[in-house]
């Protein structure tokens, strides 16, 4: 067989049209109609690229020159964004955002679903595009002999230094620069990922944007922390908002942040938020939506799709801490949460308690052997809601959604491109998706969440 010859060479230079936005919003251009992703190109720009990498079908390049710009494009706000990996959109119009996020979907649908024949509305924009993210997660390291605590640089484990990132909230900002001032001050060591050694891993900072209140993460490699006292006390000096210290024991050589041992150190076990008229209690390690506002617009959302009249029993597998349960609930008669993870289902329970919700009920297990065994109990429900992870469903599930024969399935989804391939499963399987509703959970990135409503084919 005749051996492929790829268009393009390593390091040398090409002009290109780019024709859309990829999955992780970089610019999708074709040279003799091969594929180049280009970061920082946006659709409709003539841009000079010099290749950087070939594979088999599509090659990598970074922007040399723009010929034509888009109308669009922008200066990011950000000093230095062209170093950081955190965002990947500030180059563009937050309008044109919404519209490029809607287009992702677009595509994913009807390009890996193939379905042409589902109605999917502009995206809901955020008010408040800055400054949005209650949870903050930065490596600490060393650089030249400095502390550094920031983003990686994007494709890198190379950390930029942060000190005032423009989509964190103003006291997470607040927490890397103390924790980098108290670190550096007190000649605390910090993780060398290549060698295992040092103490310092990563600062993780949560915040509740309707209470106030702050809790801050020490992930360390060891158990000990030298000098606990001191980092507490100038951490409280500094820190005015804090009610929480909390410290995270991850003694692996990994990039997984966080290990299993978690420990207060000052202070409250969590922090307190409200999503609506809900209050919830956000420990260290729970999940809880970045963006507290759109989250409710996103939930809201799904309990509309819902269609909930206060007689229906739902389902919520993948119900995390029970967020969409509680909102779900207020509509309901009775509702199940399913959730793989068995201290996020600790949560659920305490916060349905919280909230003076009873008509929940909560269980730990896998989607796919819990919800036959319902069924069997007679549970038939005419809803079905699911949040899964970025990867999506696997097939078994999305085939027990559909053996329980509920009216209508409620897809939240953070990947278009595993919401696409699902809702073309669901279709095989008897569901037609009539509506997806983007949402724009996280400005400035590449990210876009989305709420689908599927309903139940006539036989």
Request: proline share 4%.
């Amino acid at each position: 067989m005749k051996k492929q010859v790829q268009p393009v060479i390593k390091n040398h230079t090409y002009t290109l049209e780019i024709a859309s936005l990829g999955h992780s919003g970089e610019g999708v251009g074709r040279y003799e109609g091969f594929t180049v992703f280009v970061p920082h190109a946006l659709p409709g720009e003539t841009v000079d690229v010099q290749i950087i990498e070939v594979k088999k079908n599509y090659a990598k390049a970074n922007l040399k020159a723009i010929k034509v710009a888009s109308s669009a494009r922008c200066n990011p706000a950000c000093s230095i964004y062209d170093q950081c990996g955190g965002c990947q959109l500030q180059h563009v119009d937050y309008q044109e955002q919404l519209i490029l996020k809607r287009q992702t979907v677009v595509d994913a649908v009807t390009r890996i679903g193939k379905i042409n024949d589902v109605i999917i509305h502009q995206t809901i924009g955020a008010q408040e595009p800055w400054y949005y993210r209650n949870k903050m997660q930065f490596p600490v390291g060393t650089e030249k002999g400095d502390v550094v605590v920031g983003c990686f640089a994007q494709g890198t484990h190379q950390i930029i230094n942060t000190e005032h990132c423009l989509i964190q909230h103003q006291d997470n900002n607040l927490i890397a620069q103390t924790v980098q001032q108290v670190v550096s001050e007190l000649g605390i060591s910090t993780y060398d990922e290549h060698t295992g050694q040092g103490i310092m891993r990563h600062v993780v900072g949560r915040v509740g944007t309707k209470t106030g209140e702050v809790m801050v993460v020490l992930v360390t490699s060891t158990i000990e922390l030298p000098q606990k006292d001191k980092i507490i006390g100038e951490l409280r000096k500094r820190i005015p908002n804090v009610v929480s210290i909390v410290q995270n024991i991850n003694s692996n050589k990994t990039n997984v942040i966080f290990g299993n041992t978690t420990k207060t150190l000052w202070g409250q076990d969590t922090i307190t938020d409200q999503l609506g008229e809900f209050t919830f209690h956000i420990s260290a390690r729970s999940f809880f939506q970045v963006n507290t506002t759109q989250a409710e617009l996103l939930y809201n959302k799904a309990v509309e799709y819902a269609g909930l009249s206060g007689e229906e029993t739902v389902i919520d597998a993948y119900c995390g801490t029970g967020t969409i349960t509680l909102f779900l609930a207020r509509h309901a008669k009775k509702v199940y949460g399913i959730e793989i993870v068995e201290p996020a289902i600790q949560d659920a329970w305490r916060n349905a308690e919280l909230n003076q919700v009873t008509n929940v009920e909560f269980t730990v297990g896998d989607a796919t052997h819990v919800m036959p065994k319902m069924f069997k109990q007679g549970i038939c429900p005419e809803v079905i809601v699911v949040d899964p992870p970025r990867a999506g469903c696997e097939p078994k599930v999305l085939e027990t959604f559909a053996a329980m024969k509920p009216e209508r399935i409620v897809y939240v989804s953070c990947n278009p491109a595993s919401l696409a391939r699902d809702l073309a499963v669901l279709a095989d399987l008897g569901y037609v998706a009539k509506e997806i509703q983007p949402v724009d959970m996280f400005s400035h990135t590449f990210h876009v969440e989305c709420v689908a409503l599927i309903e139940r084919g006539k036989a």
